[in-house]
């Protein structure tokens, strides 16, 4: 007889989803299950403090580099960002979360690849204001048809959410959704392809076809604000 405690117990919505390694069968579930956590709101009595460090500490395992996740440049001490993070971070998730799945929306639903998206506050010697972390299953893409095969681990977009004002999200969104569905690092061929395609089919400006990998980087143009820490402070409306 096999008691309770030795059961794999399911996560519930009040409890971060514990992180499993990569190669574990549980681990696309997992994942994704730690998305959809991050976009509820939390739970009653809930201590934001720890909340946030717990969330910090998901973004550090999924980026491409853990120190790019930081918020000493945000307030130091960091109490009142982690105190707002735990509060609200799901909300900005949400927002982000909807403008991915619109996006999604220009391929055809049962082909494009798992995606999920995270809002983070990233360190300015990082140079980015957001990333595509792709996990170490293969993805091919016959791109710009829209149809994509099978892989075993989502892809993971994050976004500096403070860095660009929210009337542009989607710009930046769909900035990093080109680079996954690209899978080349950089602004070639391969990610001005998808960037028309999504700017295309969301009425986004379109890209010309004569501009070179600098202007590529920071299509579509978005406004940056000129203060980016009052948003982990909360101190910016969104």
Known sequence: MVSDSQHEREPNRHEPPSQQGSNDASSFDQQVHQAIYWQQAPASGADPVVRATQYLGLLRDLSVEPRWIALAHVADPPGEALSWIGQHIHRVNQQLNAILRDLLGCFETVSYPDMQIFAAPIAPQAGVDGFCCDGPSPMESDFPNGTFRERSTPITLMVDAGRIVPADW?????????????????????????IAHLCLAQDLPMPSPQLDAEALSYWPPCRHNPQPELFWLGRSAF
């Open 170 to 194: 989607p710009g930046l969104v769909a900035h990093e959704l080109a680079h996954a569905i690209a899978r080349i690092p950089g602004h070639g061929v391969e990610f001005g392809r998808a």
